[in-house]
């Protein structure tokens, strides 16, 4: 029953993340609030309770199965957005190409600061 | 008709959606095994093409099938939850290199966001279209959340994801040896942070350096974008 305990903390946590969002009006989704709540709660364990490992690793491994019914959506609106394809497309690759290369660059020149250190 | 009755038959009940989405994931991750895993076709698109030509094949509605799949997608709000566990377990990695982290990741996921919602802005794209594509860089389960906070078309944002995350892994390597940069941790921090999960998949391909930092990149990214954007967005007034 160990991932049976762990599913009920993450709904917990989903559950929490609600209520905080309820009552403070943040623009986040719960998923996150709850992320942020988990790893918090870890970190003051300080390790990874065998019962959450249980269900998050399996949870994680179907991350792919879990957005498939979205991503099947992108076929149904491809009439939708009959002629914007070109510039959504452009933006994708061009935008892509711009801030990997601006990643790369910033993060080079700043471990190479704190390497010279 | 025979043929019709039998569909609804199969129809009333939300399982067959259930069963339809597995069948064709693991169709997928099949056939992506065969074609000895492209990084230009993962394989959720090639899963997604599937279970979208059965769907045409046998006529069944996509909002009828998405509507029957909530009881699998139910699942996205514990499951992105569960992310807090390998969030936690980067924690030495963020100690580590915490200096040169927290001035990189806000400019460069800004960035990611900025160029991209920019480049279609200026090509004369819809609020819808900007909204759809500004959380390209973020994780799927995070940017589901993002994207619905401020109002963008969930399925454009998924396509986006697909396209960004091929389009990061092939740009990167691409990119590091036109910038002389060898070290495993910068690769793949800029594959994680650009091309969520498609880019932490690759990055792992090149060692397990590259994977852990990509992990990383993919984490910070998601919850920089996701306490944000959505914020910046309503201030700016983008979509309004």
Redesign the interface.
């Known amino acids: 029953m160990p991932a049976l305990v762990g ?1 009920l903390w ?2 917990s ?2 559950l929490i ?1 609600e209520v905080v969002i309820h009552f403070t009006g943040l ?6 609030v ?6 918090i709660t ?2 003051f364990h300080g390790r ?1 309770p065998g019962s ?2 249980a ?3 399996p ?2 491994a ?16 491809v009439d939708e ?1 009959a002629g ?1 394809w ?23 020149r ?2 190479g ?2 390497h010279a250190r | 008709m025979p043929a019709n009755s039998l569909l609804n038959t199969l129809n009333a009940t939300p399982l067959f959606a259930v069963g339809l989405t597995l069948t064709a994931f693991l169709l997928g991750n099949l056939v992506f095994k065969r074609l000895k895993k492209p990084t230009w076709l993962p394989a959720i698109l090639i899963a997604a093409l599937l279970l979208a030509a059965t769907l045409a094949v046998i006529g069944l509605p996509y909002e009828r099938y998405r509507d029957d799949a909530r009881w699998l997608t139910i699942l996205l709000g514990p499951a992105t939850v569960a992310l807090g566990m390998p969030l936690y377990q980067q924690l030495p990695h963020i100690r580590a290199l915490w200096r040169p982290l927290t001035v990189c990741l806000p400019i460069a996921a800004s960035l990611a966001a900025c160029y991209a919602v920019m480049i279609a802005w200026l090509l004369g794209s819809s609020p819808l279209i900007l909204a759809s594509i500004a959380a390209k860089s973020v994780t799927a389960p995070i940017a589901i959340g993002i994207t619905e906070q401020i109002g963008g078309s969930v399925a454009l944002l998924l396509g986006a994801l697909l396209v960004t995350g091929v389009a990061t892994a092939a740009f990167t390597g691409i990119a590091a040896r036109l910038l002389q940069i060898e070290d495993d941790r910068i690769i793949g921090f800029a594959l994680g942070l650009n091309g969520h999960a498609i880019g932490t998949v690759r990055a792992f391909e090149i060692s397990p350096a590259a994977g852990a930092f990509a992990s990383l990149g993919m984490s910070l990214t998601g919850i920089f974008t996701a306490l944000l954007l959505p914020l910046a967005w309503h201030l700016i007034g983008v979509g309004s």
Not at chain 1, 64 to 75: C, K, S, T
Not at chain 1, 88 to 102: E, F, K, Q, W, Y
Request: charged share 5%; aromatic share 8%.
């Open positions: 599913f993450l709904i946590y989903w993340g623009p986040i989704s719960s998923g996150v709850g992320m942020l709540l988990l790893s870890l970190a990874v959450i490992a269900a998050a690793q949870l994680i179907l991350l792919a199965m879990l957005i498939m019914p979205g991503v099947v959506g992108v076929f149904f609106i957005l914007q070109p510039a959504i497309l452009c933006a994708l690759v061009l935008g892509t190409l711009l801030s990997v290369a601006t990643t790369l660059w910033l993060l080079k700043l471990m600061k704190q």
